[in-house]
């Protein structure tokens, strides 16, 4: 089955600048790449998604980039602000109505 | 839009009895998702359904955990007998089987003492 790496598990920035989150896929049949920002306590939130047809999608500070060949794909924030501080999960699909496999997760602390 | 809704929101129970999670998805969503959440490993897929049928509950750890979707609006996560093991957060979610990505429900933080 589908196995998915997430780097670093834990990152720390000042605010204002950038952050940067990397996992990496080895099944070369998934297709779709959702990011879920889990707040403590709270359920994880889709904040963005990617499928293979594309290689970089952006939403105003977040963008995520995709690879195929290497089978990596990346969670950038830029001008991160003290509420981007959470939990960030990856995960990839091999499609509609497949079950996600997640990464092990990301603690992001912005510092004001 | 009521989001998936899940009860209870926590639970905490002795070992050995027998525990209920409930779950109910968006209206018209078809695919149900059943996590486990704990530090240690992470989340978890436990069974996944879709049109109310099981697709995959490789991720059931044993036979102590069992879980069913009578209807569309309506799925449950039943372990039995409970072991401190099972403390976590589960999660529900659902979506279209033809569309992408999901939603959480806010999930049941369960404590076996």
């Known amino acids: 089955g589908e196995n998915v790496e997430q780097h670093p598990s834990t990152l720390s920035v000042q605010e204002g600048d950038s952050a940067v989150i990397k996992c990496t896929y080895s099944?070369?049949?998934?297709?779709?790449f959702p990011w879920y920002k889990q707040e403590l306590g709270k359920r994880p939130q889709l904040i963005i998604d990617i499928r293979s047809n594309v290689g970089e999608k952006k939403d105003q500070r977040i963008a995520v980039t995709l690879n195929k060949t290497a089978k990596h794909f990346s969670l950038h924030i830029t001008e991160t602000q003290p509420e981007d501080s959470a939990v960030y999960f990856c995960?990839?699909?091999?499609?509609?109505?497949?079950?996600?496999?997640f990464g092990t997760g990301t603690s992001l602390t912005v510092i004001p | 839009d009521a989001g998936v809704i899940q009860s209870p929101r926590h639970e905490v129970t002795e070992m050995g009895q027998e525990v209920t999670l409930r779950c109910k998805p968006i209206s018209g969503h078809n695919s149900l998702f059943w996590y486990r959440q704990t530090m240690m490993r992470g989340l978890e897929l436990l069974i996944y359904?879709?049109?109310?049928?099981?697709?995959?509950d490789s991720g059931m750890p044993e036979d102590r955990f069992s879980a069913k979707m009578p209807n569309a609006s309506f799925s449950t996560l039943k372990i039995q007998p409970s072991e401190p093991r099972d403390s976590a957060v589960y999660f529900c979610a659902s979506s279209l089987t033809e569309a992408y990505g999901y939603t959480f429900g806010s999930g049941t933080r369960l404590t076996v003492v």
């Open positions: 359904f879709n049109n109310n049928v099981p697709i995959d």
């Open positions: 995960a990839a699909s091999i499609g509609t109505g497949n079950q996600f496999y």
């Open positions: 099944d070369s049949a998934s297709n779709y």
